[in-house]
């Protein structure tokens, strides 16, 4: 128990770290690179709807960014400002504020990001475990594995451009983007429900299809280790049947390890699918960056960029606390 | 007169990871002194997990002790200066016991030797540091153009240990702790080595600290011994203690040398080994 | 009683010199495919421009929206630009950002991964808790926040920029591969030949790395030819040069896959899939070099 404590300990330090790191950064950052974003950020500011919000706007950001107060004060009022979930105010769409827009386009990456996550992982390590037992070198199963890598080595956006030509081009069986027929609500009707899961078909695929390479290759090499494991010989050994040893002794023991993966490509796995959703011009965190990008929108970049890395290292956080109980190897040995 | 080498009331203690309990306690207040000017070969006997090996490696400054300490002609190793340490490095050296181990494989094996001469300064110019490792190869018996130029897995594993002995006796230590040096040669090849430890405290006056898990070889060659077990100094002495063993230990390791005769009955004293399991398992 | 166990009688036939990395590299196959592969993709870029007018690079400079023919034999955009004319640019350029961030990553990595692995104690703790928070972050958002406060990155930015941020994977790999090593006999006898830290990482712990650090380089190098097209697509890259990045971002950006401008958008994404088999290929043998028990796997 006490290693438990410690080992939650160390692993929460990391996430307090990611953290105080991620706000450091989107603070520190556009003081730092040179030409002045700052003020072009504050130019910007005042070109926008010379209007009525635009006097409450720039106030908004003088306090923000206090640029009158010495940094570390700038960077204390900042941390409380956060604290209070105030992440100001978008400047395409003002007076939308930024965390307004961050959780209208949430739902959409959140959703395809899990669905997509777990639906992959769960292919990927079944295929893999059954194919990396049987070890056979057939034409068929080696065709699979090189199908595997090739999949896994193409980047997530290639794979969308590709899959978004062949369904939504060549033979349409999909909508081109969006998430949701345009002149229609979101509503819990079993029409709107059919258009979601038709218009999020293509993006969810070129990720699953990615992933899926990867947890399939990498399931398979553990299997294929784990077949020489002595365990494995003692269960054969003892008559076991065959089909229990691989679930049962093989794939139990494949899962950590595949499970520790999962958390690791975490990352990786977000910043391919926000590149997707650029691609399919699906209304997620993605686009709406993308959007802002070309908006030159930057509260809201520094908003949703700052709200993916904290989301990333709390499922990180809790992936982390789950591993113990399903590996008691990690509360004893050491955390290194 | 101070030792050259000291070991004092040193304790070492192998924690496991953060918040692990489980530590280990390798040594358990060891003291030796090793006073270099009348050569002599000091064996300490143990079996793995003894913490023989942790005492060499502290000894040679390679592991610091949790507690007491390592003084080099009366000085903590931990606080020696720049010139002392280098002193120490060229005055106590060390033979491992793989002999494969410690070569690098990208380098061939005249790498371990012109290292030392390197970093020590121990030759003005190249010529000066070919006849050193010339001389030195010579004198453990190998011939230079066998050996040098080669890489490591071009050579026997007696060839290899041999290099090791001959790279130690470049720098002309006063001391060499050699840790099981030739329990992973060929059996063969064995004597031959020894004969060559045997030769470094008669022609070179060197003293030798002798880490082995064989009483044979330690009475073969050794002036004195010391036993561990678990950590601990079970039996301390003149080599003439294997005759005359105090501790059940000793007399386990001395009734369980091999002896090359067809008509005595194996498991003869089996007897024994049970009670000292008896007594580990507690 | 164990105590005989140690005595492992070596084999006392000397065989034949080891061959050295140069050897092995030259006998992988997958190095070799990948690298020969590699070469093509850049011979073929660097060749184009030696015969293909730089002028057609301009928009305006030929007719709009034509499919491969004889005076622009990858056909052109929609804003009049030869795509064989712009391709002789992107490939050196992205290969460029590749090169750059890659070689700035590995060196930032094997930095920390072997003071953190060969030093330990505190350095470590701190450094560990470091590559750990950058391993868990989407490098990706970094970028995007950089790239967006850059107003105008050329392709060195990106290169710097991404390079800044690829350090993570190399000093993981790098520490923990220091790690197992510097437990080996031969850093001990390095020791005790009296050589400092420094000595031992550069002289012994290095060479024995070189495969493994020239896989990470490589992956390094794939990394980063992604994240740079990644970032371009999502519009941040070089907007006055072209990369294959910049090349996508502009083809869809003018819908050419509604159009069935196949040839606008196909180029880039086609050559960016065989750079990545290359530089895969290449990773691969090198892993195989670094680790020969790699080498009977498929």
């Known amino acids: 128990m006490r290693a438990y404590v410690a080992y939650v300990g160390q692993r929460f330090l990391i996430l307090l770290a990611t953290i105080i790191l991620a706000m450091t950064i989107v603070f520190l950052l556009p003081r730092l690179v040179p030409g002045d974003p700052m003020g072009a950020i504050m130019a910007k ?28 004060q700038q960077y204390i009022d900042y941390l409380v400002q956060l604290a209070q979930g105030n992440l100001g105010y978008s400047i395409a769409n003002f007076p939308a504020k930024v965390s307004d827009l961050i959780f209208t386009a949430l739902p959409w990456t959140v959703g395809l990001l899990l669905v997509t996550t777990v639906l992959s992982w769960l292919i990927g390590s079944v295929l893999g475990a059954v194919v990396g ?3 056979s070198k057939s034409v068929t199963i080696r065709a699979v594995v090189v199908l595997a890598l090739v999949a896994y080595t193409t980047p997530y956006y290639i794979l969308a451009i590709l899959l978004l030509f062949a369904f939504a081009f060549l033979v349409p069986i999909f909508p081109l983007a969006g998430a949701y027929e345009v002149g229609t609500k979101p509503e819990f009707t079993f029409a709107f429900t059919v258009d979601v899961l038709r218009h999020a078909a293509l993006p969810a695929m070129s990720i699953i ?17 784990i077949k020489g494991e002595d365990y494995i010989l003692w269960a054969e050994a003892k008559g076991l049947f065959p089909r229990r040893i691989l679930w049962r002794y093989g794939f139990r023991n494949a899962l950590l390890p595949q499970a520790t993966g999962l958390a690791l490509s975490l990352g990786y796995l977000v910043g391919g699918a926000l590149v997707t959703e650029v691609i399919f011009g699906y209304p997620g965190i993605g686009w709406l960056i993308f959007s802002s990008i070309k908006g030159l929108d930057y509260p809201v970049i520094q908003g949703s960029v700052m709200l993916i890395i904290i989301s990333v290292a709390l499922v990180n956080f809790a992936m982390d606390l789950i591993y113990p109980f399903i590996d008691p190897r990690i509360r004893q040995a050491q955390t290194g | 007169m101070t030792p050259l080498l000291q070991a004092r009331d040193v304790t070492k203690i192998f924690k496991g990871g953060l918040g692990d309990r489980a530590a280990t306690v390798a040594l358990k207040n060891f003291t030796l002194a090793l006073d270099a000017e009348q050569p002599t070969i000091i064996a300490v006997v143990g079996e793995s997990g003894s913490g023989k090996t942790t005492m060499g490696r502290m000894l040679l400054g390679l592991e610091r002790p949790t507690t007491g300490e390592i003084l080099y002609r009366g000085k ?8 002392e ?9 060390a033979i491992f016991q793989d002999p494969f181990g410690v070569y690098n494989s990208f380098y061939r094996v005249d790498h371990v030797l012109t290292v030392p001469i390197e970093k020590f300064g121990l030759a003005h110019n190249a010529n000066e540091s070919r006849a050193m490792i010339e001389r030195a190869l010579k004198a453990v018996g190998l011939k230079p153009e066998d050996t040098l130029g080669r890489y490591p897995n071009q050579l026997s594993g007696g060839q290899r240990q041999r290099i090791m002995i001959a790279r130690a006796l470049l720098l002309r230590p006063k001391v060499i702790i050699a840790d099981e040096p030739v329990s992973m040669i060929d059996a063969s090849l064995r004597e031959s080595i020894l004969k060559n430890l045997l030769q470094l405290k008669q022609e070179f006056g060197i003293s030798i600290i002798y880490i082995t898990h064989d009483l044979t070889t330690a009475y073969q060659i050794s002036d004195s011994i010391i036993v561990l077990y678990r950590g601990e100094v079970v039996e301390q002495g003149g080599v003439e203690l294997v005759n005359d063993p105090q501790h059940p230990y000793t007399k386990l390791l001395i009734s369980s040398i091999p002896v090359p005769d067809p008509n005595r009955p194996w498991g003869e004293d089996e007897e024994w080994s049970q009670s000292a399991h008896a007594e580990r398992t507690v | 009683m164990a105590l005989a166990a140690k005595d492992i009688i070596t084999e006392e036939t000397p065989s034949a010199a080891p061959p050295g990395y140069s050897t092995l590299i030259l006998q992988n196959r997958k190095i070799v495919f990948g690298g020969i592969l590699f070469l093509l993709i850049l011979g073929t870029a660097l060749a184009g421009a030696l015969m293909i007018d730089p002028k057609l690079r301009r928009s305006g400079s030929i007719t709009r929206k034509l499919p491969p023919h004889a005076a622009a034999v990858l056909g052109t955009t929609s804003l009049g630009q030869s795509v064989a004319a712009q391709m002789t640019e992107a490939v050196p350029n992205s290969i460029q950002v590749g090169l750059i961030a890659a070689l700035l990553g590995t060196v930032i990595g094997s930095l920390l991964g072997f003071v953190s692995g060969y030093f330990g104690g505190w350095v470590d703790a701190v450094l560990r808790v470091v590559i750990d928070v950058f391993l868990a972050v989407p490098v990706l958002l970094f970028l995007v926040l950089i790239a967006a406060l850059v107003r105008g990155v050329t392709v060195q930015h990106m290169a710097i920029i991404i390079g800044l941020f690829a350090w993570s994977w190399p000093a993981r790999a790098i520490r923990s591969q220091t790690l197992s090593l510097k437990t080996r006999p031969f850093v001990d006898v390095a020791r005790i030949s ?30 980063a030819i992604l994240a740079e097209a990644g970032l371009s697509i999502l519009g941040l890259g070089p907007q006055r040069e072209m990369t294959l990045g910049m090349m996508i971002y502009w083809s869809l950006s003018y819908g050419s896959i509604l159009q069935n401008m196949w040839w606008w958008w196909l180029t880039p994404v086609v050559t960016l899939m065989l750079l990545f088999l290359a530089l895969y290929l290449i990773h691969l043998g090198f892993d195989e070099v670094s680790n020969p028990r790699l080498r009977t796997q498929v």
């Open chain 1, 45 to 72: 500011l005042s070109s926008v709807g010379a209007g009525r919000g635009n006097e409450a706007l720039i106030r908004d950001y003088m306090e923000r960014f206090g640029l009158n107060k010495p940094v570390w």
């Open chain 1, 133 to 135: 037992w049987r070890e």
């Open chain 1, 209 to 225: 299809l990615v992933s899926l390479g990867w947890w399939f290759l990498s399931m398979r090499s553990l299997m294929i280790s």
């Open chain 2, 76 to 83: 903590n190793l931990l606080r020696l200066a720049r010139e």
């Open chain 2, 85 to 93: 340490a280098k002193q120490f490095r060229i005055e106590v050296q």
């Open chain 3, 194 to 223: 009296g050589m400092s830290g420094f000595d031992i990482i550069t002289r012994e712990l290095v060479p024995q790395m070189l495969p493994w650090l020239g896989a990470n380089f490589v992956n390094a190098f794939i990394v």
